[in-house]
């Protein structure tokens, strides 16, 4: 799997991680409103944020998946990450991301998952791609939403997270259907 080194929207650049970002991973993941999002570890220190930057690392390098740091384009401030595990023989990636707190209702996670769908459907040619999310996020819903995944399903107590048992929204898309969106778009003058 050949991995482009970065992506590049409006307004954000999205970079491989770096251990030098292990302070923004710190201070950002380690809120636990980030953390009840997601699986990243809780609390979150700094021996912590570096171990997770260098599972991403060995990741992409063994081809089983691709992270990015996602950074603004103009200050190159770390904001949060956005990645995809690979399962190469089915031609399909798990998506997920997080971002800090601050930068919450922005725009910016729909920004960095349009732009990581397009990276997977065109440089890594999967032929889906699909991102679960807790129940408890209905944010992270939206975002799938607008970037036009479907709602595929519920499942039902699915991860345990802080003690507690968490259902699981399931959002997908094929490539097909990323293709005929960025023809009707380009279609339409956008």
Not at 28 to 55: C, K, N, Y
Not at 137 to 156: D, F
Request: proline share 3%; net charge positive.
């Amino acid at each position: 799997m050949t991995v482009d080194l970065t992506v590049r929207t409006a307004r954000l650049l999205l970079r491989p991680f770096q251990t030098t970002d292990a302070e923004a991973v710190h201070r950002l993941a380690g809120s636990q409103d980030v953390a009840a999002g997601t699986f990243l570890p809780h609390p979150m220190d700094r021996q912590a944020a570096l171990s997770w930057i260098t599972e991403r690392v060995e990741d992409q390098t063994a081809g089983r998946g691709v992270t990015f740091a996602i950074t603004l384009e103009e200050s190159g401030e770390v904001i949060g990450a956005i990645g995809m595990e690979i399962v190469a023989t089915h031609e399909q990636g798990r998506l997920s991301y997080w971002l800090g707190r601050p930068y919450w209702n922005r725009g910016y996670g729909t920004e960095a998952v349009s732009a990581l769908v397009g990276y997977g459907f065109s440089s890594l040619k999967l032929h889906r791609i699909y991102a679960p999310h807790f129940h408890t996020n209905p944010a992270s819903g939206r975002v799938l939403q607008k970037v036009g995944m479907t709602h595929e399903g519920r499942l039902r107590e699915h991860y345990l997270r802080f003690g507690r048992r968490i259902d699981v929204e399931l959002y997908g898309m094929l490539r097909e259907e990323f293709l005929t969106k960025t023809i009707g778009k380009k279609g339409n003058g956008a």
